[in-house]
Structure formats: structure tokens, C-alpha cells
T-cell receptor, first 113, second 112 residues
Framework: GQQVMQIPQYQHVQEGEDFTTYCNSSTTLSNIQWYKQRPGGHPVFLIQLVKSGEVKKQKRLTFQFGEAKKNSSLHITATQTTDVGTYFCAGPRYGGSQGNLIFGKGTKLSVKP | NAGVTQTPKFRVLKTGQSMTLLCAQDMNHEYMYWYRQDPGMGLRLIHY???????AKGEVPDGYNVSRLKKQNFLLGLESAAPSQTSVYFCASSPGTHYGYTFGSGTRLTVV
């Protein structure tokens, strides 16, 4: 069945270091979304990428969508303690006809001050 | 705006008991979803609805039922709770396909 995989599962960084999480889909995606979940909180929508090769930035966060629309990455420059949380990617299930998403298992980021 | 509101926030059930989780959204979104989140398993879709009066099964629907009688509300029912249903349940809504979700704050359910 359709799968969305993320690596790494965990990442521990020193404050100020960069961080990257990768997302790979078993199928071509029409779009990919990224969410952040703080410890004890709920997922919060960050961004959606739609075009092949698309790159979007939000302050220190850079999101990329692969040329084949089967992979994506989130890069954080100079991490801060406020970046702590789990980052999830998600893509439309079965082409998106039903409007629901399949989520990766997430990358848990911890930042040491 | 409240966004997506889930009640209750915490609940402990005994095996075999039933309960209903309520999700309410005030954004006039057509689509609503119930996910469960378990350690190491990510978010898994239980049931979803693409409009008032409609529901559909997701990845892990067994043991759950849902109803969407009003556009703003999506109810998740457990008829006979089992310890395997111990989880954090998140409701979410979206305006339609290819839009980001707005999640509720979650319900932490323990079945003993």
C-alpha cells in the first residue's frame, strides 16, 4: 500500500546547528504538506508544496519538493530551542480524491541549549 | 475563533465501556477527520467525512463509528472499548482537498 517514510526518526542537535528531515513517498504526490507538533501539543500546519522542484522559505525553515514529486525535505538553519518538536510530512492518500492525508511517522527534533 | 474544539481532553475507560468523542469546528469546513496517534506509529486515519451526512472509513476503522449530522460536528464513538484503543485522538478539519488541516488539541484516552 501507499507509504510515506521519514528519516531520521530522531535528531539531537546543539542549538545553532542545522537540521534536515527527509520525506519519501512510495507514490507520486500532487502536493506535500509539513506539520509541526510541539511536545504535548497538536500538529500545526506549516506549509504546502505543489510544484515539482518547488522551494519555499519561512524564516529559518526551507522546504523543498523533489523533481519527481516523490520526496521532500525540511531544513532548519541555526536551530533554536523553540524548534523542538516532531515534524511530519503528509501527502494525499490515493491521489487526493477523498481529501485525506497519509502522514509520515515524523522526525523528533531535540535541541540542546 | 475557536478553530477545532475536542471534548473531553482526557478520559479513562474500563474495558467494554462505551464513549463518544466530540469534535466541533467553527470554520465552516467541509472535510473533517479523526486520527489516532500512537508512539512510533505516527498519525493514522480512523474515519473521515467530506460533508454533512457523509462518512467513510480510513486506515484503522475497526472498533469505531462516526457520525456527521451537522456540518460543524464530527463524533467518534467507541462501542466497547479495548486496551488497544488507548491512544491520543485528534480531530482535524479542512476546507477541501489539497488544503492544510486544522487540528484540535486532542483527547488522551486510556482504556484499562
Amino acid at each position: 500500500g501507499q507509504q510515506v517514510m521519514q528519516i531520521p526518526q530522531y535528531q539531537h542537535v546543539q542549538e545553532g546547528e542545522d537540521f534536515t528531515t527527509y520525506c519519501n513517498s512510495s507514490t507520486t504526490l500532487s502536493n506535500i504538506q509539513w506539520y509541526k507538533q510541539r511536545p504535548g501539543g497538536h500538529p500545526v500546519f506549516l506549509i504546502q508544496l505543489v510544484k515539482s522542484g518547488e522551494v519555499k522559505k519561512q524564516k529559518r525553515l526551507t522546504f523543498q519538493f523533489g523533481e519527481a514529486k516523490k520526496n521532500s525535505s525540511l531544513h532548519i538553519t541555526a536551530t533554536q530551542t523553540t524548534d523542538v518538536g516532531t515534524y511530519f510530512c503528509a501527502g494525499p492518500r490515493y491521489g487526493g480524491s477523498q481529501g485525506n492525508l497519509i502522514f509520515g511517522k515524523g522526525t523528533k527534533l531535540s535541541v540542546k541549549p | 475563533n475557536a478553530g477545532v474544539t475536542q471534548t473531553p481532553k482526557f478520559r479513562v475507560l474500563k474495558t467494554g465501556q462505551s464513549m463518544t468523542l466530540l469534535c466541533a469546528q467553527d470554520m465552516n469546513h467541509e472535510y473533517m477527520y479523526w486520527y489516532r496517534q500512537d508512539p512510533g506509529m505516527g498519525l493514522r486515519l480512523i474515519h473521515y467525512s467530506v460533508g454533512e451526512g457523509t462518512t467513510a472509513k480510513g486506515e484503522v476503522p475497526d472498533g469505531y463509528n462516526v457520525s456527521r449530522l451537522k456540518k460543524q460536528n464530527f463524533l467518534l464513538g467507541l462501542e466497547s472499548a479495548a486496551p488497544s484503543q488507548t491512544s491520543v485522538y485528534f480531530c482535524a478539519s479542512s476546507p477541501g482537498t489539497h488544503y492544510g488541516y486544522t487540528f484540535g488539541s486532542g483527547t488522551r484516552l486510556t482504556v484499562v
